[in-house]
């Protein structure tokens, strides 16, 4: 394999990463603070990466989020929590340059695959597309590259 293909493993695996520290952000103020707490973290993450756009969708959804039970929050802290965890051993072995890595990412994301194609036929947004769409190309990417590994075999 090439040096350009193991840098894009170690940016997929950073990107994982990024991924995890956000739903452990996320998972932890959703178990410690509640909606409230759960609500100013996504709002912060909202501002810090410039994404003034989504900000009337947030609001939409914060109210959604103080409308649920302490317990339906508790449940989904633990659900970013447990997400958190995918990403993070995920992350680590792409960093890692690990073969299992590759393997368990095409295996992950691709199981998200039809959930996330079914939201967004039922309601689509562009950022949903373009998670969709980065996920699909980090599957058929990581695909490709065990492919060619094994035919060099």
């Given at each position: 394999m090439t040096e350009r293909s193991d840098t894009t493993v170690?940016?997929?695996g950073i990107f994982r990463l990024a991924k995890a520290?956000?739903?452990?952000?996320l998972g932890v103020a959703a178990l410690l603070g509640g909606a409230?707490?759960?609500g100013d973290a996504l709002s912060s993450a909202v501002d810090r990466l410039g994404l003034a756009w989504a900000q009337h969708l947030l609001d939409r959804?914060?109210?959604r989020l103080f409308a649920l039970p302490p317990r339906a929050i508790r449940e989904i802290g633990v659900a970013c929590l447990a997400y958190a965890t995918i990403?993070?051993?995920e992350g680590i072995g792409l960093v890692l340059r690990r073969h299992w890595?590759?393997?368990v990412t095409v295996v992950v994301?691709?199981?998200f695959v039809p959930f996330e194609l079914y939201e967004l036929v039922r309601h689509p947004t562009v950022g949903k597309a373009l998670f969709l769409a980065v996920n699909v190309v980090i599957v058929i990417y990581l695909v490709a590259r065990i492919?060619?590994?094994r035919r060099a075999h």
């Open positions: 170690v940016l997929i520290a956000a739903l452990i952000a409230r707490s759960f959804g914060l109210e990403f993070t051993v890595a590759e393997w994301t691709s199981s492919v060619r590994r």
